[in-house]
Each structure stands twice: as C-alpha cells, then as structure tokens.
C-alpha cells in the first residue's frame, strides 16, 4: 500500500526566509507526486507535479520540489517566503492503475511571520 | 473557465438524517473524485466516478455512496449521518481519460455539521 508522510505538523519562519517542507512517500510501484495549499475555509490549489522527466519541478507562486526516488522523498521548497504564503501544504500521490484517486499527508501548516 | 462549484457551501443536520452534496466539474472533465477531510483523519478518498461509473471506491462505510450524470456532474449521498460525519467533503475534477496523470482540481468544499 501506499503512504505519504509529511515530516513537520507545523513550520514557523520568518518573512524573506527560506523554507522547506519535507514529504516522504512509500510504494512499491511508480507514482506521481504533487504538492497542494490550503488558505482556511478553501479547497485545494495544485501548487506543482512531478509526472516524469527533469527531478525540479518548478511551481506557483515561487515553490520549487525535487524528487529523489533513492530517498522517496519530494519535499518542497521557497527561498523567500511572504506573509501571504501562510496556509496549509499537502504532499499528495496517485499510483498507476487507480484512477484520480489521490493519497494525501497529514499536512503541514506554514506560519510566516512579520 | 469556471472552476469546481460545489453546493452547498454549508449544512447542518442532526444525527439519523441523511444528506446530498453536489459537485460540477470543470468544463470537458469527465472524472470526479469526492474525499473527506477531517482534523484527526486528514484527507481520505471516497470514491471516483468517470463517465458515470465508479471508477475507484476507498474505505468508507456504505451510508456513503455517489452517482454520476452524463453531464459529469456528480452527487454523493451520507445516510444514517452520525457525529463522525462532521467534516469537510471536497470535490475535485479532472479530464480523466489517461486515469493517471491527469491534474484534480478541487472545488471549495461542503461544511457539513452533524449535530
């Protein structure tokens, strides 16, 4: 079976700081990786996806991930975050052979402050 | 385009009851996933529907159940509601045809409140 397991429940940091959130998968068969936000009180935004091809995906609003599948990691990345930037962040996969169904982390809620 | 509409935004209803949300996909997909998301469970998949057929189902009770209509649009049906329901269900959509690496684009989600 597969899993995705976002390492931080939360991370605190500054504005105009970098930042990285880190998710680690598990499965047995390929898979695709994507990272969504979540503002309060929204649905989901796809933030980026690693389908197949280059390992740094670049994404909206600044955010990059790179997938390593040595680590089974595709953890993501800003070099400079804003205030706007605070919401939650799930790593999500998809498996070959099961459609749109969409396997999610816990989430990790980004907190920037002033 | 007009993105994911979900309705309603928000309901209230007692335990017993049974309840109906809808979701309208992006125009031209054809695939609807509906997942529930809760502050202990996270978010779970329920089901998928494509092309009025389920195309996927998660581990939910059966008081959960769905349909599709040849618009695409999709409903998902909770019977017997109970406290646990309480939740925020989200609808996503997507063109659906390779199964796999197509994008979901979620809708804002149904508040239900089970009292």
């Known amino acids: 079976a597969q899993s995705v397991t976002q390492l931080d429940s939360q991370v605190p940091v500054f504005e105009e700081a970098p930042v990285e959130l880190r998710c680690n998968y598990s499965?047995?068969?390929?898979?695709?990786l994507f990272w969504y936000v979540q503002y309060p009180n929204q649905g989901l935004q796809l933030l980026l996806k690693?389908?197949?091809?280059?390992?740094l995906v670049k994404g909206i609003n600044g955010f990059e991930a790179e997938f390593n599948k040595s680590q089974t990691s595709f953890h993501l990345r800003k070099p400079s975050v804003h205030i706007s930037d605070t919401a939650e962040y799930f790593c999500a996969v998809s498996v070959n052979n099961q459609g749109g169904k969409l396997i999610f982390g816990q989430g990790t809620e980004l907190s920037v402050k002033p | 385009k007009a993105g994911v509409t979900q309705t309603p935004r928000y309901l209230i209803k007692t335990r017993g009851q049974q309840v109906t949300l809808s979701c309208s996909p992006i125009?031209?997909?054809?695939?609807v996933s509906w997942y529930q998301q809760t502050p202990g469970q996270g978010l779970q998949f329920l089901f998928e529907?494509?092309?009025?057929?389920?195309?996927n189902k998660g581990n939910f009770p059966g008081r959960f159940s769905g349909r599709q209509f040849s618009n695409s649009r999709s409903e998902m049906n909770v019977s017997t509601l109970e406290l646990g329901d309480s939740a925020l269900y989200l609808c996503a959509s997507s063109l659906g045809a390779s199964g796999l690496a197509d994008t979901q684009y979620f809708g804002p989600g149904t508040r239900l409140t089970v009292l």
């Open positions: 529907y494509f092309s009025e057929t389920q195309r």
């Open positions: 499965s047995s068969v390929s898979v695709y």
């Open positions: 125009s031209g997909h054809r695939s």
């Open positions: 690693y389908l197949s091809g280059s390992t």
